[in-house]
């Protein structure tokens, strides 16, 4: 499996969740997600690696007034980037499923 960094895979989660994003949509579920901020050119960087990966696609969505008759672009997850994040949960789970007593240095007893 290739490397893929936490805020990739967070990204690429994002995606699988929704059907097509843009990027302040995606920096909206971000921060409700996880309490944190995040600044579009931070995500449209994650989002161009993504895509050079193949676990992310892109197009551009219909022009609207708001906004000037620009057109935002959309992103998605592909089935690659899904069998990723697929394959990185389980192993995660399995990896935490193994620990069988976790030390009371983090438990806080």
Do not use: C
């Not at 936490?6 to 699988?16: D, N, Q, W």
């Not at 789970?93 to 030390?103: E, V």
């Amino acid at each position: 499996m290739e490397s893929i960094g936490s805020l990739e895979e967070v990204i690429l989660m994002i995606l699988i969740k929704k059907d097509k994003s843009h990027g302040v949509d995606i920096i909206n579920e971000y921060e409700s997600a996880l309490g944190k901020r995040i600044s579009l050119p931070a995500v449209h960087v994650v989002l161009k690696r993504l895509i050079k990966k193949g676990w992310v696609k892109s197009e551009f969505g219909e022009p609207t007034s708001e906004r000037g008759g620009r057109r935002k672009r959309l992103y998605w997850a592909s089935s690659n980037g899904y069998e990723v994040v697929k394959e990185l949960q389980e192993a995660k789970m399995k990896l935490w499923n193994s620990i069988a007593k976790p030390s009371y240095q983090y438990v806080g007893v």
